[in-house]
């Protein structure tokens, strides 16, 4: 079956109720490196190479134009969660092509610790997967999480993943122990992706 490519917008930003999610853009690199640094302790397990890749201000922005990149060329679509209330910045969510012009991708996503709790992972968890489905027309996409993280299990399974399997892997990025992964899917015609165009 021929890929048909999805053309990436100059710019990109998302609205739920509560939370507008944004592209990055240069002006995000310091909310974006403050987070990480306030938070690093608590992301290194879970998020290594963002971590390792940002640890000073300039640090960020590079890593903000990499993005940039990466979204124009329909690799990557990263973006900062933002509370429309306040405007703080309170996370990041991101969307993977798992192949170049493949219809599958997988999903990431963290908050800073004040933000957890509130509903608003699953919540932006929600609209991505609304933009992955009807935008870019992917077919199905993954998530992983810590089998200890039951934080992320419930987000996951809130928002209409299917748990597919568990397993340890063999190596880890951080060098501590392997930890043991859940692994989620969710279909295009998963029956709970109904749900999701009320959102």
């Known amino acids: 079956m021929r890929q048909t490519a999805v053309p990436s917008p100059a710019t990109l930003e998302l609205s739920t109720h509560r ?3 944004r592209a990055y853009s240069p002006e995000m690199a310091l909310p974006f490196w403050r987070l990480l640094q306030e938070n690093r ?3 290194l397990t879970d998020f290594p190479d963002r971590t390792a890749a940002v640890q000073t201000l300039e640090d960020a922005a590079h890593r903000i134009r990499t993005m940039t990149y990466q979204r124009r060329a329909g690799d990557l679509y ?3 969660i933002f ?3 306040t405007e ?6 991101t969307l993977r092509r798992l192949a170049r012009g493949k219809l599958y991708a997988e ?3 963290y908050l800073s610790g004040a933000a957890e709790g509130q509903g608003y992972a699953t919540e932006a968890l929600k609209a991505v997967l609304k933009y992955a489905f009807q935008v870019l027309r992917m077919e199905s996409v993954s998530l992983r999480c810590a089998k200890a993280n039951t934080r992320s299990q419930k987000v996951a399974e809130r928002t209409g993943f299917t748990l597919t399997r568990t397993y340890t892997p063999t190596v880890t990025d951080s060098g501590g122990e392997p ?9 295009r015609n998963d029956f709970a992706l109904q749900l999701l165009w009320r959102f």
């Open 41 to 43: 302790s608590r992301l």
């Open 179 to 187: 930890r043991e992964l859940c692994c989620y899917s969710f279909q």
């Open 107 to 109: 999903v990431g996503y």
């Open 88 to 93: 703080d910045y309170i996370g990041d969510v």
């Open 83 to 85: 509370r429309k209330d």
């Open 19 to 21: 939370l507008w999610l």
């Open 78 to 80: 990263s973006l900062g």
